[in-house]
């Protein structure tokens, strides 16, 4: 079937966090879900399991992993043990997970920033040492890994690398070389890896998802990889994700962290959603990723043509624009705020993803254009203002 992208859907009469936690005239592009109706056959397999009635404590049927493992054969050519999969309810949950499995309080945690605001959270809520490097940003707003500087943080007590990839926020889907790099790094130091992929699906201008694990055995070994339907389907609030995880003795101490929550709190309609996305949501896929290039396009056709000092790098993975402001002339280098109450558009603080994310806003391109425009031309609005005042 064909789906309308363009469908402006009233978010406010439900639960949506996106759309509860400002006043009702802004314009939310802050949060990582999209606004666009998930895969008709996800719908559908979620009303027959309604419509059964019955919600007791469920289990996989052998359909799932026969549908899962084909998607991770089909897709990047990884040939995977059902044994391996680890069912999660959610991957900020697995990457918290993962590193108590590998680490213990007063060791290192290697990451790249600006990072997702819940990785960064991590080292805090586990009593690890934050260890950082920096990702280079090129004239052009291109980002780069500084190999040497990706040595440097790595000290002795340095246990796991926390890897994102697609990069969330700055777009960057890793290619095969550095992702080969950086293995060869942790391997020489011995270090464990987390790789969250949940952005792997969405993918721009034919780039390709490596999964970090697929490199070599060695490598394998040492990682748990983390996937989700989530953001690929529109999934989000059904809570369900899975971890990858061929080394049966890392496998063993991730599960020992929380069993409970690893085996029980994947609800039962997040395994029927998910199911059926990986089963039969290509169709609606392949059309939402035609629609979002074409959305990322338009952001940065505007942003270079009607939003003086801001520049952005067109993302090569994910739904979410990186905008760099500190040439905008924005009050307090706080583009934040500033489009909030200049605009009435809500964006994510860059601040939030680290020092090196200030002067930035991230601006979630997962809506219908007509309401992206509309954001965009209140955002030229309110940078208007302040080429008013200067006389510019």
């Known amino acids: 079937m064909t789906y309308d992208f363009d469908q402006l859907i009233d ?71 059902a044994e391996a999969i680890v069912m999660l309810p959610g991957v900020i949950a697995g990457f918290n997970l993962a590193c108590r499995a590998v680490a213990q309080p007063g060791d290192g945690l290697l990451q790249q920033t600006p990072l997702y605001p819940p990785m960064r959270r991590v080292p805090g809520n586990l009593g690890l040492q934050a260890h950082t490097m920096s990702l280079t940003q090129q004239a052009n707003g291109h980002y780069t890994i500084d190999f040497d500087a990706f040595a440097a943080a790595i000290q002795p007590h340095t246990r796991v690398f926390l890897l994102c990839n697609p990069h969330n926020p700055v777009g960057r889907v890793f290619q095969r070389h550095e992702l ?14 987390c790789a969250d ?14 999964p970090m694990a697929t490199l070599d055995t060695a490598i394998a070994n040492r990682t748990i990889t983390l996937m989700a339907p989530s953001k690929t389907y529109n999934l989000a609030g059904l809570q369900c994700a899975f971890a990858i995880i061929p080394n049966a003795e890392l496998r063993e101490r991730f599960v020992a962290q929380r069993a409970d929550l690893v085996h029980r709190m994947v609800n039962i309609l997040g ?54 402001c500190r040439q905008a002339g924005i009050p307090g280098n706080a583009p934040r705020a500033f489009f909030l109450q200049q605009a009435r558009v809500a964006l994510n603080d860059g601040l939030d993803f680290g020092p090196d994310g200030a002067g930035f806003v991230r601006l979630n391109f997962a809506c219908p254009r007509a309401r992206l425009m509309q954001a965009l031309d209140r955002m030229r609005g309110a940078l208007q203002t302040i080429h008013d005042v200067s006389g510019v």
């Open 271 to 324: 395994y029927t959603a998910t199911l059926a996305a990986y089963r039969d949501g290509q169709a609606w896929l392949d059309q939402v990723l035609r629609y979002l290039q074409a959305n990322r396009d338009a952001v940065e056709a505007y942003v270079k043509s009607h939003l003086p000092g801001v520049t952005m790098h067109a993302p090569e993975g994910t739904y979410l624009a990186w905008l760099d």
């Open 197 to 210: 992929e949940i952005h792997c699906d969405i993918l721009f201008d034919n780039h390709v998802h490596v």
């Open 11 to 81: 978010r406010r009469q439900t639960e949506s966090s996106k759309w509860h936690q400002e006043a009702a005239d802004v314009l939310p592009l802050p949060v990582a879900d999209m606004d666009f109706v998930s895969p008709e056959p996800v719908i559908r397999a979620l009303r027959e399991r309604v419509e059964h009635g019955m919600f007791g404590y469920g289990t996989l049927m052998p359909e799932f992993y026969d549908v899962l493992l084909a998607h991770l054969k089909t897709r990047y050519d990884w040939t995977v043990p």
């Open 180 to 193: 080969e790099r950086m293995a060869e790094l942790c391997l020489r130091h011995r270090l464990d890896i």
